[in-house]
């Protein structure tokens, strides 16, 4: 038999079991990040504009988000993993946890270039609410 086949046999079972759990998690972390890639250009393109400088997209910004994209999906394959081998018996949707943490972080991000792009009170004020609560429900202080 040859090894080649046997490997990519095995990492495709493990996908096809990861794929129905991690697919909807996959494409919630990709949307947040599109937005927050596209907001973020947007934004770098209005301050250039204020300036009066020149402005362009860089391309090592642009591998920065694609490795953070890819980091996040290995950490949600990760949190899947634990959750499924060492915390099955607790009940605790690791993945979720993981996903939403990420995807919170971007609506930050988002609503920094926001505030930016259309120098809006809304979004400094959705930032304060969101913080607030953030602080509220799990006593963390972002």
């Known amino acids: 038999m040859n090894t080649d086949r046997v490997a990519f046999g095995i990492c495709g079972a493990l996908a096809s079991c990861m794929l129905k759990d991690l697919a909807p998690l996959f494409i919630c972390v990709l949307v947040f990040e599109l937005v927050d890639l596209i907001t973020g250009i947007w934004k770098s393109k209005v301050i250039a504009e204020r300036k009066g400088e020149a402005w362009g997209v860089e391309s090592a910004k642009l591998r920065k988000t694609l490795y953070k994209t890819i980091l996040i999906f290995a950490g949600l394959v990760l949190a899947w993993l634990l959750g499924k081998v060492c915390f099955n018996e607790i009940n605790i949707d690791l993945p979720k946890m993981f996903c939403g943490f990420a995807c919170a972080f971007e609506m ?3 609503l920094e270039n926001a505030a930016v792009i259309s120098e809006h009170p ?6 304060k609410f969101m913080k607030k ?4 429900k799990t006593g ?3």
């Open 140 to 142: 963390m202080d972002v």
């Open 122 to 127: 809304i979004f400094r004020l959705l930032q």
């Open 133 to 136: 609560e953030i602080k509220d």
């Open 108 to 110: 930050w991000s988002f």
